[in-house]
């Protein structure tokens, strides 16, 4: 017996056993969530930035300051939030099962997913791509001239699938080097098992930050797929998916009108602008609406900040991932992060 | 499994008290109470899955196997491009599992075997290193093995220092390349021609053994076996126009090698750790075996004048093989299982291809459900052949 099947049968097992027995049919995961006093997040076993242990021990990250504020939001504490550690296999067994009530373990919005799956994506909250890693020394400058090369790749991702078209449709070969871990690949590429590495752009910068010969090595400018990465809920229950997207969505409205982590308790007291009035509680039922505390979405920024603030914490230029907001800018600074009204 | 209705025993004895104060009446009934639970079980099980698929709106079948799968297979046997199924790509898969527990069975008998002799060598030098090395090789995990191997094989030259043996043999990190042959119409011929040599051969050898037993004369069968094998395919070979070629591998602007054949790091070694983990294994049961054989056969063999090597293998072998083949069939199921820690180093398997799809499409029951039948067929497959094989080689009582 094997780690992968053991897994595999535990997912199987999941669906089998605590779905059945722990979650009727539409239950309202709201009311689950109350009377387990906690909200029980689906996140990476480690991935630099996004879900990794901080000094304390305890779980941090991007993905992670989403359970956080969702937790706050529903519950009015950031701490109150149970961490299931998913791979990229049984992430989707999980939520399905009901093991999780949210999946925030960067994970791509697809037509398949969404729609064959079962599941209800609430929004996007880092727009990424697939990208390739290699050596100068290769002479290419463009990932179309690699016609021939053999590439490492993460296996039970979109990659490998978005790799496969990407050299179907420019009509040249490659030979697959598929490794299961993202420690493995990097090792297989740095002993040159491979010519050039693929994963997501926010990974490769990650990955490249860790090289001891980082300018020897380039990422090619060609971005391959779209990857939206954002958190998703099971489908059938609109309330708890309704509650999940406008906490996402309250984060990077705090961005747009101004909202901050410091200043978010004195804005919500009451200001002369009615959106954030609405948004923050001080005006109309929007809680009331949600099933929420009044305050929800105070405590939501309250937790972790406002967008800006949990992306240049954990991701941005002063972090060791050093990435640029580029794609995941507000609308009106140049990017596509875009969040309907309050209204 | 026993599942009597109780009430079905004899009825002028019978009165109900009797089903817990008679011991047999005791056995049936618990035994129906257990086959109940578990039927019970499992209709409980088969229900639960359907009513939670169905409220969750999934769909459950192995249509998903004709979607084109998409991935890309490093190693494959057959033909298999990224636009072929599921199916085919499963295939892929399969037959990768099986060339290696294959690969991996014939290697680890026979390292069992030689380690297993070497522990009973009266040489002091040759018995404590095997003996060591056993010890440690048993008792190390066998993922953390193949993970050593694979890392030992990827420190070797990389694309850039290929070496080179003879012309066309290239040895890097990425693999050992040759020539592939190419079978052009016609190649049939010579393969039926090599087909007839092998068996003419083995029958030259059968008669020449015969013939030695019954009137003590020596032919030198080996030589005329080796002729009809090599001679006889050549022979036609040049007569139908040569109708094989090679492939040769060619660098490309990377300095891979592309055409011909090669052998991947990510199989070897995951061929290495497979062999000598479950040879370790075996070399205990041989010894086992071979000590479980009278010292007294040893003796008597020496006293008609057999030397040492013909007392091992027409004396101790036969006798021992009967204690080690039902060991050797469990470890060679063991082997085939093992086989599917091939994900960690990304040589695609049955498993690893399954998780791939599993993946991809989100058909967690289907693929599990496959994973178990795949497995349990190979485990009951190689079962029938040892035990056909020990069925042969059993004691024959006169």
């Known amino acids: 017996m094997t780690i992968k099947s053991l897994t595999g049968i535990a997912a199987v097992a999941g669906i089998l056993a605590v779905a059945g027995m722990a979650i009727p049919a539409h239950a309202a995961t709201l009311d689950d969530v109350k009377s387990a006093g906690a909200v029980k997040c689906g996140i990476n076993t480690g991935l630099p930035g996004f879900a990794f242990t901080g000094d304390d021990g305890k779980w941090t990250g991007f993905d992670v300051a989403y359970c956080r504020a969702l937790a706050a939001a529903v519950l009015g504490d950031p701490d109150k939030v149970k961490y299931v550690n ?249 990017g596509i992060l875009y969040s309907p009204p309050f209204r | 499994m026993v599942s009597t209705n109780p009430s079905a025993g004899p009825a002028a004895a019978f009165n109900i008290s009797r089903l817990w104060t008679d011991e047999r009446y005791r056995g049936i009934l618990s035994q129906a109470i257990i086959v109940i639970l578990v039927a019970l079980a499992l209709v409980w099980v088969a229900d639960n899955t359907r009513t939670n698929l169905d409220n969750r709106g999934l769909d459950i079948g192995f249509d998903f196997l004709a979607d084109p799968a998409g991935i890309g297979i490093g190693v494959s046997l057959i033909e298999y491009d990224s636009t072929d199924t599921w199916l085919r790509a499963m295939t892929v898969g399969l037959l990768n599992t099986v060339l290696v527990s294959a690969l991996g069975i014939v290697a680890a008998t026979a390292i069992g075997f030689a380690a297993g002799i070497m522990r009973l060598l009266p040489n002091w030098l040759v018995r404590t290193i095997v003996a060591t090395w056993v010890e440690f090789t048993r008792n190390v995990p066998l993922l953390l093995q193949i993970i050593f191997w694979w890392t030992v094989l990827l420190s070797l030259p990389t694309v850039r220092e290929t070496l080179r043996i003879g012309d066309s043999i290239f040895l890097n990190n990425s693999g050992i390349t040759g020539p592939s042959p190419v079978f052009e119409p016609g190649a049939s011929a010579v393969l039926i021609a090599l087909a007839v040599g092998v068996a003419a051969a083995w029958a030259v050898l059968n008669w020449a053994r015969k013939r030695q037993a019954a009137t003590g004369e020596r032919l030198p069968a080996g030589w005329i076996a080796l002729g009809l094998i090599v001679l006889l395919p050549l022979a036609v070979y040049f007569a139908s126009g040569q109708p094989i070629s090679w492939d040769m591998p060619t660098a490309n602007r990377f300095g891979r090698l592309r055409g011909g054949l090669t052998v991947t790091p990510e199989l070897v070694a995951l061929w290495f750790a497979l062999a000598t983990y479950t040879g370790a294994f075996i070399s205990e049961i041989v010894r086992a075996g071979i000590l479980s054989v009278s010292k007294g056969q040893t003796e008597a063999a020496g006293s008609l004048g057999l030397k040492g090597w013909q007392t091992t293998r027409l004396i101790i072998m036969p006798q021992a093989l009967r204690v080690i083949i039902p060991p050797l069939t469990s470890q060679f199921l063991n082997l085939t299982k093992n086989s599917s820690l091939a994900l960690a180093v990304g040589f695609q398997d049955f498993v690893g291809i399954g998780s791939q799809a599993q993946n991809q499409t989100g058909q967690a029951i289907e693929i599990v459900f496959s994973w178990m039948v795949v497995y349990v067929s190979l485990s009951l497959l190689t079962s029938a052949f040892m035990n056909w094989y020990n069925a042969r080689i059993a004691l024959v009582e006169r």
Request: proline share 3%; aromatic share 10%.
């Open chain 1, 86 to 334: 998913l791979t990229g296999a049984n992430r989707f067994p999980a939520l399905q099962s009901g093991e999780i009530d949210v999946l925030s373990r960067n994970t791509t919005w697809t037509f398949s997913r969404d729609v064959d799956l079962g599941f209800t994506f609430v929004g996007v909250n880092y727009y990424d791509g697939q990208g390739f890693i290699g050596r100068k020394s290769l002479g290419v400058k463009s990932a179309k001239e690699l016609d021939g090369a053999s590439v490492c790749i993460q296996t039970g991702t979109t990659t490998e699938k978005n790799l496969a078209d990407f050299f179907r449709v420019n009509k040249i070969s490659y030979e697959a080097v598929p490794i299961e871990t993202n420690s493995e690949a990097r090792t297989a590429y740095e002993a040159e098992r491979c010519d050039v590495y693929t994963t997501d752009a926010s990974g490769l910068a990650a990955t490249k930050s860790t090289f001891d010969d980082a300018d020897k090595h380039m990422v090619f400018p060609e971005i391959v797929s779209k990857e939206p990465l954002g958190p998703l809920v099971r489908q059938g229950d609109d309330q708890w998916a309704d509650i999940a997207r406008w906490v996402l969505n309250a984060l990077v409205s705090a961005e747009e009108l101004g909202v901050t982590q410091a200043n978010v308790e004195k804005l919500g007291k009451g200001t002369d602008n009615p959106e954030i009035n609405r948004m923050l509680g001080s005006e109309g039922s929007f809680a009331k609406m949600l099933g929420l505390e009044k305050n929800w979405a105070v405590n939501a920024i309250k937790a972790e900040g406002n967008y800006a603030e949990i992306f240049e914490k954990y991701v941005g230029p002063k972090t060791p991932l050093g990435l640029k907001r580029g794609l995941n800018a507000l609308y009106k600074d140049g």
